[in-house]
């Protein structure tokens, strides 16, 4: 395996990448504590596409589309998606990206990656509206398994302690 030093900007973004030979990967970590991802930052990893090997998997905090679920779409969603999707467009293969920060489960299609949100350590939200809402309160996480020529991945709940 080859990771490369995490870069931190003037804009105190950091971000980094590592590149798994034995599973023919590239895995990219991305910085969205802010809501959206700096000119250095995006710079970055327009260039990474450019090193990537194989499979390219993106980590961020913030997915990078609307999801569909309406209160976190209206009011914590990525900023300058567009300007995201652009760079996404650079990229030699779709990426997978997986996400958090939605406190839900999905899987959203695009020309550009396949996203994957993974639900939250404390508890879901209801999807399906624009008001806040809990859905529950089982502790989700997501499992990943790399190979040379395959990802399987897998959610899995256990039951939280609030009711």
Not at 38 to 64: C, N, S, T, W
């Amino acid at each position: 395996e080859k990771y490369l030093p995490a870069t931190s900007d003037a804009e105190g973004e950091k971000y980094y990448t590592a590149h798994f030979e034995a599973v023919n990967t590239s895995v990219i970590f991305l910085d969205t504590h802010r809501k959206r991802m700096g000119e250095a930052q995006l710079a970055y990893l327009e260039d990474e596409f450019k090193k990537a090997m194989g499979r390219i998997v993106i980590f961020m905090h913030h997915p990078p589309i609307n999801a569909g679920v309406g209160y976190m779409d209206i009011n914590h969603a990525l900023e300058a998606q567009e300007v995201f999707a652009e760079v996404l467009d650079k990229a030699p293969v779709r990426p997978f990206i997986f996400s958090g920060h939605y406190h839900v489960e999905k899987t959203i299609v695009t020309q550009q990656a396949i996203t994957f949100i993974t639900p939250s350590t404390f508890f879901q939200i209801k999807h399906d509206q624009d008001e806040f809402g809990v859905d529950h309160h089982e502790i989700g996480f997501r499992v990943i398994d790399l190979s040379p020529d395959k990802m399987m991945h897998r959610v899995h709940y256990l039951p939280g302690n609030l009711k």
